[in-house]
C-alpha cells in the first residue's frame, strides 16, 4: 500500500500545485491513497464546497483540518457528506468526525486527525484521544493506521511519536508551513514533525 501526504495546502497557489502535479505524482508513483490537509486551501482558511468538490477531483481521497476547520461556515455539513475530517479530539456532539476507515487496496486503512493544545483552541486531551482511537481500531481489526497530528509545538509532536511508535503506520505534524528534516521510521511506524 502506497499512501501520499499533502501537507496544508494553501490558498489557490496550493490548490494550483495539486492541479499541475498530483495526477501525474500518482501515477508514476502507484499510490494508493492521498491524504491532504484542507486547513487553509480557500483563501488561507478552511475550505469551501467548490474547493473541495475541486480537490477530491484532482485525487484526494481524504482531507484532514485542524484549527481553521470551522472558518467556512459550510463545513457542517460537508463534514457528514464528503471525507473530510475534523480534529477527533474535539468535545462529543461536535459535527463531523476526525477517524474514518477505507478499503485501500484490499486492507484496511483508518486516517486519524488530532489537534495539539499549545497556541490551538481548546480541545480534548490529544494524547488521550490518540491512544485510546488507535486502541479501539487496532481491537477492530485496522492495522494501518495513519495520524495527521495538526500542531503547533514541536514537542508535542515529538512526544505523540514516543507515544504511539510501532501502534501506527505514521504519524505526520501539520500546521506550520515549516517543513522539518527529521524524518525517521521507529518502531515502523514514519515519522515527520511537520511536513510544511
Not at 72 to 99: A, D, F, Q, W
Not at 175 to 193: E, M, N, P, R, W
Amino acid at each position: 500500500m502506497k499512501i501520499a501526504f499533502i501537507g496544508d495546502i494553501v490558498g489557490r497557489p496550493g490548490r494550483t500545485m495539486i492541479k499541475e502535479h498530483l495526477t501525474k505524482l500518482r501515477r508514476e508513483h502507484e499510490i494508493d491513497f492521498v491524504i491532504a490537509n484542507y486547513e487553509n486551501a480557500s483563501h488561507g482558511f478552511g475550505v469551501t464546497l467548490k474547493n473541495a468538490q475541486e480537490l477530491f477531483a484532482l485525487g484526494i481521497d481524504v482531507m484532514s483540518g485542524g484549527n481553521h476547520t470551522w472558518d467556512k461556515k459550510e463545513i457542517e455539513p460537508l463534514l457528514e457528506s464528503m471525507p473530510l475530517l475534523r480534529p477527533h479530539n474535539y468535545p462529543e456532539g461536535v459535527k463531523g468526525t476526525g477517524c474514518k476507515i477505507f478499503d485501500v487496496a484490499g486492507e484496511k486503512l483508518a486516517v486519524l486527525n488530532i489537534m495539539g493544545h499549545y497556541g490551538m483552541p481548546y480541545v480534548d486531551n490529544a494524547f488521550r484521544c490518540a491512544r485510546d482511537t488507535v486502541a479501539h481500531l487496532k481491537n477492530d481489526g485496522v492495522h494501518h493506521i495513519f495520524l495527521d497530528f495538526h500542531a503547533e509545538a514541536s514537542s508535542e509532536k515529538r512526544a505523540m511519536m514516543m507515544l504511539l511508535q510501532g501502534e501506527v503506520s505514521g504519524i505526520i505534524g501539520t500546521h506550520t508551513h515549516v517543513g522539518s528534516d527529521d524524518f525517521q521510521i521507529a518502531k515502523g511506524t514514519a515519522y515527520l514533525t511537520d511536513i510544511g
